[in-house]
C-alpha cells in the first residue's frame, strides 16, 4: 500500500443531525475525521479517515508550549438540487501551505490534501444541512506534536480536518454591524505572522474583542501596529470600503489576511467595471470621507459572514454612521452574487466551485 | 473535601533518571505531573498529581486553533549539602497570572499554585539531578480545552506543571555566543503579546533562528517592530550592554518579557554600585559605542543559560567583536554570583530561594 492511499475506518455509531438551521457555530462535529503524519524521514503519510475521536498527546507535545500550528477554514454548501459544492478550495490548502512556510511547518502536496477533503465530505455528506442559510465548515489544521520543550520547530506534525455543521451567520438575513477602531492592541505588524493563518493570531484578539462587546459593538477595526494609522483588517475579517463610487481596500501590507473572499470579491468588481483599488488606506482618510458624505459603504468579508456590512464605525468616540445603518446596494449585490455561486443558483462563470 | 485539597495518585512505573550530566534539554520527564482544571461555575478545581500520562482532549479543543496558552519555566537545583532549592518561584507564578491576563485566561490563586509546586517537586525530588550545572526545569503551563471554533475565550482550561532534568546550559562552562541583529522579522510589537510567555511568540521566531543558524551564528537579536532599531531581546532571553563603564538594558515597553534573572541582575548591579539604566537602547547606538572602542560586555540573560556572554553581533554585514570574543569580568560575575545563590554556595543575602 502506498503512503498516500487513503484508508478509512468507519464509525458504527452515527450522532443524531441538526434538524433546524438554529445551529451554534463550531459546536457540533460529524462522525469522521481526517488525519495524517508527518514525521521527517517518511513525510507525509498514513492518510486516514477514522472515527471523530480525542487526540491523545504527551503534555510535552510542542502545540502546547511554542503553538506551531496552522488552520484553514472553508465550507461546503447544498445546493436546491442537491448536490455539494466547495468554493475556491484549491486557494485554501495553498494558504495553507503558506501559513506552513511562516511557522516552519511542512509543506504538503496540495493536490492530494485536496483529494483527502473530497474524500472526507462524500463520506459526510449526509451532515451538509439543506436549511436556509447553513452549511459544513471544514477546518483543517496541522499541529507540531514533538514532545519536547526545546524552542525549536517540531519533528512530528499531525494535519487534521474536523467538520461542523453551521447555522446561518445573520439570524434573519444580513445585518449592518457596529465596529471600534482599536488604538490600543496591535493584531499584527510586517515581520510578523499576520498574514498566516495561526493560532497565536487570534487568541492576542480576545482583550480587543472583549472591549468592544463590553461597549456594545460587534467587532475590531484594527489598525497598523506602527503607526496605528493604516487600516488592516475587521475581526478576523478583511475590509472594504466605498468611497465616491469607488471601492478601496487595504493593500497586503505583510501582516494582513489573504482572503479567499476579498480576493474574489476584487475579481468580481474588475468584471462589472466597477473601479476597486488595494492601496495603503488610513483611519483619517476615511474620516474625511465620511465627512464630507463620500462614504458610502463599508463591509467586511471573510468565509464565515461572506460580506458583513458595517453600519457604524466608532473612532475615538467619533461615530462615523454608514448609509444610515442600512446595507449598501453593492455589499447586498455582492453577498447575493457570492452565495449564490456557492449554492450553485447564481452561475459559476469564474470556476470557482468545485462539486463533491 | 475542599476542591483546593490536592489529591496524589503515585506511579507505580517508576522511569530510570538520567546517569551523567549530558542529558538533553526537555526531552526527559519525571514520573508525576501536577494537573487542575478550570470551568467557569467552579473555578480552579480538582488539584492533583497524578503519573505523568499522555492528554485527551477533542480535536475542536480551543488550544489547537486559537492559541489560548501561556507557560512558564523556572528551576529546581541541589545544593552541595543536597538541599533542594528553587529561584525566586513567586516572581514565575506572578508573571504567569500577567500572561494570563493578557491572553483572557482566568487568574490562579498564586499561594495555592507556589504549595501545590512544592508539593510536586517534594514528590519528584530524586529527580533533581546532583552532577555539575544540571538541574530540574519545571514547566508549568496553562490551555484552553473547550472543544468550540468559535474565536472567543475558552470556558474551560487546564494547569499543568511538567519536570524535566536538564543538563548545563553551555558544556565546559559559560562561552560567548554569536547573534544575528533581525531586521527582516519582528518578535513583537506594542499593544501585541511580547510581554506574555504565550506560545504564539516563540513559534513565530523559528524562520529568524533558521536564517541566524545558516550563517553559523547561535541567536536571534530582535529589533522593535516600528522603527526596526531600539533593541528588544535576543533569542528568548533579556539583553544587556556594558558601555564605558555603565550597564544598560532595553526598558519593559510592552513588547519585551520582564525577565526574572533580568529583574535580578538589576537589583544585583543596584547593591554593587555599579551603574544601571533601563532605557531605549538602539542598535546605532550600540554600534556608535562598538566603534568608540567603548562596548565592553554584552550578555543574555534568562532561565535556561543565567547569563549568556556574546562574542559577536552581527549586523547586517557589520561584525562587532566584543571583549575579544571572551566572557567579560561583569558577566562571569553575575554568573557566578546568581548559580551560586540557585546551588546554595553564596549567601542568598536577597531571600531569593526557596527551599523545597
Excluded at 327 to 334: D, F
Aim: aromatic content about 10%; glycine content about 8%.
Amino acid at each position: 500500500m502506498s503512503s498516500s492511499t487513503i484508508t478509512i475506518v468507519k464509525n458504527a455509531n452515527k450522532k443524531p443531525k441538526p434538524q433546524s438551521k438554529e445551529i451554534a457555530f463550531g459546536r457540533t462535529f460529524t462522525d469522521h475525521m481526517f488525519v495524517m503524519d508527518y514525521e521527517a524521514d517518511k513525510g507525509w503519510h498514513e492518510p486516514r479517515i477514522v472515527p471523530y475521536e480525542p487526540l491523545t498527546l504527551d503534555p510535552a507535545a510542542m502545540i502546547f508550549h511554542y503553538g506551531q500550528t496552522v488552520f484553514e477554514g472553508m465550507k461546503a454548501y447544498r445546493t436546491e438540487d442537491d448536490r455539494i459544492l466547495l468554493f475556491r478550495p484549491d486557494q485554501n490548502i495553498k494558504r495553507l501551505n503558506k501559513s506552513s512556510e511562516r511557522l516552519s511547518i511542512p509543506q504538503v502536496d496540495e493536490e492530494r490534501v485536496m483529494e483527502y477533503l473530497i474524500e472526507l465530505i462524500r463520506l459526510e455528506q449526509d451532515w451538509v444541512p439543506d436549511f436556509e442559510g447553513t452549511s459544513l465548515y471544514i477546518r483543517p489544521f496541522i499541529i507540531g506534536t514533538e514532545p519536547s520543550l526545546a524552542v525549536a520547530p517540531s519533528k512530528t506534525y499531525k494535519l487534521m480536518v474536523i467538520l461542523s455543521p453551521v447555522g446561518p451567520y445573520f439570524k434573519g438575513g444580513l445585518k449592518p454591524v457596529q465596529i471600534n477602531v482599536e488604538k490600543q492592541f496591535t493584531r499584527a505588524v510586517k515581520g510578523g505572522t499576520g498574514m498566516a493563518k495561526t493560532a497565536g493570531n487570534y487568541s492576542s484578539a480576545y482583550q480587543a474583542q472583549a472591549k468592544a462587546y463590553e461597549e456594545g459593538l460587534a467587532d475590531v477595526l484594527w489598525l497598523d501596529g506602527i503607526e496605528k494609522r493604516y487600516i488592516e483588517e475587521v475581526g478576523s475579517m478583511n475590509i472594504f470600503f466605498k468611497i465616491d463610487g469607488e471601492v478601496v481596500t487595504p493593500a497586503l501590507s505583510g501582516s494582513i489576511l489573504k482572503g479567499i473572499t476579498r480576493m474574489s470579491i476584487i475579481e468580481l468588481l474588475h468584471k462589472w467595471d466597477i473601479p476597486v483599488t488595494e492601496r495603503k488606506v488610513s483611519i483619517d482618510e476615511i474620516y474625511q470621507a465620511y465627512q464630507d458624505g463620500k462614504l458610502e459603504e463599508v463591509f467586511g468579508t471573510g468565509t464565515a459572514a461572506v460580506i458583513s456590512p458595517v453600519g457604524q464605525l466608532n473612532w475615538s468616540g467619533e461615530k462615523m454612521d454608514i448609509n444610515n445603518g442600512e446595507i449598501g446596494e453593492l455589499s447586498q449585490k455582492l453577498y447575493d452574487t457570492i452565495t449564490g455561486i456557492q449554492r450553485g443558483s447564481v452561475e459559476d462563470t469564474e470556476n470557482w466551485t468545485i462539486e463533491v
